[in-house]
C-alpha cells in the first residue's frame, strides 16, 4: 500500500510539474491574447474615434464633363476634410469680399481647379498651367465649364513636417494666403487682389490639395450671368440659347488664338513664361451682330436674336481657323450704362 501511494503520489508530483512547465511555456502566449482582446474591444475604438477626428474617409463622386469632340467621365474623390477646408476658404473669401463693400460669392461646381491644386502637388509647382500645356481657361472648359472664369493659385511650401498638416494648421495657410493676395500682391501687379474683389464674379471653384511638403489653394472665379438652354459646339458651328440672369444685353464675341497644348515636364513649368500669370492667347477676330464693326477682323453671325433676357445666337469660326489650336470665345455682355462684362471663355479645341 505504501508502494503503491508513493508511486500515485510520484506521478502526482509529475504531473504538477508538467503544469508548471506548461504554464511557463504558455503564459507569454496567454497574456499576448489578454492584450489583443483588451485593444479590440477598449483600446482600437478609443483610437478611431481620435483617428476619425484628424482624418476623412474619402467617397467617390463622378462627373461627366463636356469637350467639343467627346463626353468625358471623370471619377473624383470627395474628401470630407478637403470639403471643410473648400468651405472655410469661401468664408474667408467672402469676409474681404464684404470688407471692401462687395456682394458674397457661391461655391461652383466646376471641378478644374481642384484637378489642378492635385496636379501642382503631384509635380511641387506653382503655376497656372498644367501638366498637361492647358491654361485656366482651356482646363475649366474641358471640365464643362461655359461661363467666364479667373483664376487665382496660391501655395505654401512646407519645410520639415513629417507628416501632413493638421485642419487648423491648413486652415491658417487659407487664411495666410488669402491675406497675401489681398494686401501684399504687388510682385503680381495686384492681379490677385483684383481677382478676388471683381464686383463682376458671382461664384468661385476652389481647389485644395496637400501633402506634408505642400499645400495648395487655387481659386477659380466665374461669372454666372447665363442660364444655358443649348451651348453646342460642332466643328466650328457654334449654337447658343439662353436667358441672362441680369438686365443684360449680348454684344460681341472676340475670338482668340493659342497653340494645342502640349504636355509639360516640371522643369518647364518651374520656369518662364510658365511661372508666371497667364493671359488669353492672339486676338485674331470678333463676331458680330449684324451692323455693327470693329477695328480687328470680324464676322456676322448668322442668327442672332434678344427678347427681353432671352437670347439665340448662332455663328461660324471657320473663317478665322486657319490651322490647329484652341479657339476661345469670350462673350461679352453690355447694361444699359454701356459697362462690359464677360459672360463666357469656351475653349474650342480643333485639330484637323
Known amino acids: 500500500m505504501v508502494a503503491h501511494f508513493f508511486s500515485f503520489g510520484l506521478k502526482a508530483n509529475g504531473v504538477r ?9 504558455f503564459a507569454p502566449v496567454l497574456v499576448g491574447i489578454l492584450v489583443i482582446v483588451v485593444f479590440f474591444t477598449l483600446v482600437n475604438p478609443y483610437i478611431e474615434s481620435l483617428h476619425s477626428s ?21 471619377t473624383i474623390l470627395v474628401d470630407p476634410i478637403r470639403s471643410e477646408l473648400v468651405s472655410y476658404a469661401l468664408e474667408v473669401i467672402n469676409h474681404d469680399r464684404e470688407t471692401f463693400g462687395l456682394a458674397s460669392v457661391e461655391l461652383g461646381d466646376n471641378i478644374a481647379a481642384q484637378k489642378h491644386s492635385e496636379d501642382l502637388v503631384r509635380l511641387s509647382v506653382l503655376s497656372h498651367w498644367g501638366a498637361d500645356g492647358m491654361k485656366p481657361y482651356m482646363r475649366y472648359s474641358v ?7 479667373q483664376e487665382n493659385v496660391g501655395v505654401m511650401f512646407l519645410v520639415g513636417k513629417a507628416s501632413p498638416p493638421s485642419v487648423e494648421e491648413m486652415k491658417s495657410y487659407i487664411r495666410e494666403l488669402e491675406h497675401e493676395m489681398i494686401y501684399n500682391d504687388s ?12 464686383p463682376a464674379h458671382t461664384h468661385v471653384n476652389i481647389g485644395i490639395d496637400y ?13 454666372v450671368y447665363i442660364n444655358w438652354n443649348v451651348f453646342e459646339v460642332n466643328d466650328t458651328q457654334v449654337t447658343l440659347d439662353g436667358s441672362l440672369l441680369k438686365d443684360l444685353e449680348a454684344y460681341l464675341f472676340v475670338v482668340f488664338y493659342d497653340p494645342l497644348p502640349e504636355p509639360l515636364t516640371r522643369e518647364q513649368l518651374l520656369g518662364p513664361p510658365y511661372n508666371n500669370g497667364y493671359f488669353f492667347g492672339e486676338k485674331i477676330g470678333a463676331v458680330l451682330n449684324k451692323g455693327y464693326e470693329v477695328d480687328i477682323p470680324y464676322v456676322y453671325a448668322t442668327k442672332w436674336y434678344q427678347s427681353g433676357l432671352d437670347f439665340s445666337i448662332e455663328f461660324d469660326l471657320s473663317p478665322f481657323v486657319q490651322k490647329d489650336g484652341v479657339y476661345t470665345i469670350l462673350f461679352e455682355v453690355i447694361d444699359e450704362k454701356g459697362q462690359i462684362y464677360y459672360a463666357t471663355a469656351y475653349s474650342i479645341f480643333i485639330k484637323k
Request: aromatic share 14%; no cysteine; net charge negative.
Open 187 to 198: 510682385a503680381a501687379n495686384w492681379g490677385h487682389r483684383d481677382n478676388i474683389l471683381d
Open 143 to 149: 471640365y464643362g465649364g461655359k461661363n467666364y472664369v
Open 17 to 25: 510539474k508538467e503544469k508548471v512547465e506548461l504554464l511557463r511555456y
Open 211 to 223: 501633402t506634408n511638403n505642400m499645400f495648395v489653394m487655387v481659386q477659380d472665379f466665374e461669372n
Open 54 to 74: 484628424y482624418t476623412s474617409t474619402p467617397t467617390k463622386a463622378t462627373y461627366t464633363t463636356f469637350t467639343n469632340t467627346d463626353n468625358v467621365t471623370t
